[in-house]
């Protein structure tokens, strides 16, 4: 699984976590640092990306379209990188789940 980390979560990421999401990249590092929701939402799709975001923005378009892209919302606020990186680590089976599950969209992490 890739992810697309929105404008508001660090592109140390991408590295911190490549050896569980190989091929994730934050919106900057992809050229997107200044685009719609909708373009944003568009590459995700075209690139197989599931977006994560602290923002419910992409939740919302998320539970009108559904998916692809996926997302998942982060829920615990503005977090230190290393907080959101443990995050994600300590919910690795909940996300291959939710990744494997076709009906899902949008996944709440706390």
């Given at each position: 699984m890739k992810l697309?980390?929105?404008?508001?979560?660090?592109?140390?990421?991408?590295?911190?976590?490549a050896d569980v999401?190989?091929?994730?990249?934050?919106?900057?590092?992809?050229?997107?640092?200044r685009a719609t929701?909708?373009?944003?939402?568009?590459?995700?799709?075209?690139?197989?990306?599931?977006?994560?975001?602290?923002?419910?923005?992409?939740?919302?378009?998320?539970?009108?379209?559904?998916?692809?892209?996926?997302?998942?919302?982060?829920?615990?606020?503005?977090?230190?990188?290393?907080?959101?990186?443990?995050?994600?680590?300590?919910?690795?089976?909940?996300?291959?789940?939710?990744?494997?599950?076709?009906?899902?969209?949008?996944?709440?992490?706390?």
């Amino acid at each position: 699984m890739k992810l697309l980390f929105d404008q508001n979560l660090s592109h140390r990421l991408c590295r911190a976590l490549a050896d569980v999401f190989p091929g994730s990249e934050q919106v900057r590092q992809a050229g997107f640092d200044r685009a719609t929701d909708a373009a944003i939402w568009a590459f995700a799709r075209e690139q197989g990306y599931t977006i994560v975001t602290l923002d419910a923005d992409f939740a919302d378009i998320a539970a009108l379209h559904g998916a692809p892209p996926k997302v998942i919302w982060l829920r615990c606020g503005n977090q230190p990188t290393p907080f959101v990186e443990h995050l994600l680590r300590d919910h690795l089976t909940l996300v291959g789940d939710f990744e494997q599950d076709a009906d899902a969209s949008c996944l709440e992490l706390y």
